[in-house]
C-alpha cells in the first residue's frame, strides 16, 4: 500500500490550499484515514481525521477552517484547508489505519504518505 500526499506550497495568510492523499494496493474506503502535520522542531500532531463512516474532526485550532473530505470513488482523501495562518506551516501527511487504531496516536496507523510541505507567509 502506498499513500502519495500533494497539494502543498507557499500561500499568504488568508489564503487557501487544497491537499490530496491518493492511494495505490488498497481501497481506501476500508480506511480511517487522517492529515497530520508537523512544523520545524515540534512532534507530530493530528490535524483531522475521517473515518471509514466518513465521520470527521478536527483539532481545535483548525476548526471551522479545515475540512476533510474522501472521495471513495476516485480512492482520494482530501483536506481542504481555508484562511490559512502562519502556524500553519508544516509539513502534512496522510495517514490510513485499518483496524484498532487511536486518531491521536501516530503509531496507531498502518501507512503513511511522504508528506507535502506546506508554507504560510504572513
Known amino acids: 500500500v502506498q499513500l502519495q500526499a500533494s497539494g502543498g506550497g507557499l500561500v499568504q495568510a488568508g489564503e487557501s490550499l487544497r491537499l490530496s492523499c491518493a492511494a495505490s494496493?488498497?481501497?481506501?474506503?476500508?480506511?480511517?484515514m487522517a492529515w497530520y502535520r508537523q512544523a520545524p522542531g515540534r512532534q507530530r500532531e493530528l490535524v483531522a481525521s475521517i473515518s471509514s463512516r466518513s465521520d470527521a474532526d478536527y483539532v481545535d485550532s483548525v476548526r471551522g477552517r479545515f475540512t476533510i473530505s474522501r472521495d471513495n470513488a476516485k480512492n482520494t482523501m482530501s483536506l481542504q484547508m481555508n484562511s490559512l495562518k502562519s502556524e500553519d506551516t508544516a509539513v502534512y501527511y496522510c495517514?490510513?489505519?485499518?483496524?484498532?487504531?487511536?486518531?491521536?496516536?501516530?503509531?496507531?496507523?498502518?501507512?503513511w504518505g511522504q508528506g507535502t510541505l506546506v508554507t504560510v507567509s504572513s
Open positions: 495517514a490510513a489505519a485499518r483496524f484498532n487504531y487511536s486518531p491521536v496516536v501516530p503509531s496507531s496507523y498502518d501507512y
Open positions: 494496493g488498497a481501497i481506501l474506503s476500508f480506511f480511517n
